[in-house]
């Protein structure tokens, strides 16, 4: 059962100085892009489905949920950077989808206008494989983040953005705890038992920089912050 609260995460006032339709076009990116909030929660709570330990499945469910209201955010932002004026000829580049199709609605589309699509979601049925994956996409949004962070001067929208980059990093934390508390589950098993995973092959030349490997399994050391 999902509930939703009608304010916002944290109490988060979403606030932008001046509407700037064209960076709302970017910001659609991490509404429906490959690497935005959708694609978090809906990754998140599939891989949720399959997960026996109720501890992992809690947290993902949490992050997943999390996420959704990720997405509300970002469509507020998204909202108050159009401005409420339908017109097209407001956005000097990027898509313009949005103006004459969803009277400016913050729909799921990136920032080139190509829709969400389920193919963003991993869900492999291993642990290990899945944290994996949502350690690497809570990496990459944060980066998202960061290049929107650089592009946009209105010190509202930084703080939104700011607010969000950081619980990227608060989730990274969480799924790195979480594949340490894996680390003979799925697919960590049995992980460089083998002769043929202690190899190197040095296939690129001139120049040799690492040694035949010693594989353990993927963790991580360090604390939640």
Known sequence: MFKHEKQLLNNLQVKVERPNPQYAVLMQEQLGGGNGELKAAMQYISQSFRIKDPAIK????????????????????????NGHEVNHEAVGSGEIETHILSGLSPVLINSSGAPWTADYVTVTG?????ILSNIASEQRAKVVYEYLYRQINDKEVRNTIDFLLNREEAHNT?????????????????????????????LSTPGKYFDAPNPTPPSFAGTRR
């Open 58 to 81: 809690d947290l993902f469910l949490d992050i997943g949920t999390e996420e959704l209201s990720h997405m509300e955010i970002v469509a507020e932002t998204i909202n108050l950077l």
């Open 126 to 130: 291993d642990i290990v494989a899945d």
């Open 174 to 202: 969480l799924f790195r705890e979480a594949l340490n508390k894996m680390r003979d589950e799925g697919s960590n098993k049995d992980f460089g038992v083998t002769e043929d995973s202690k190899l190197y092959f040095d």
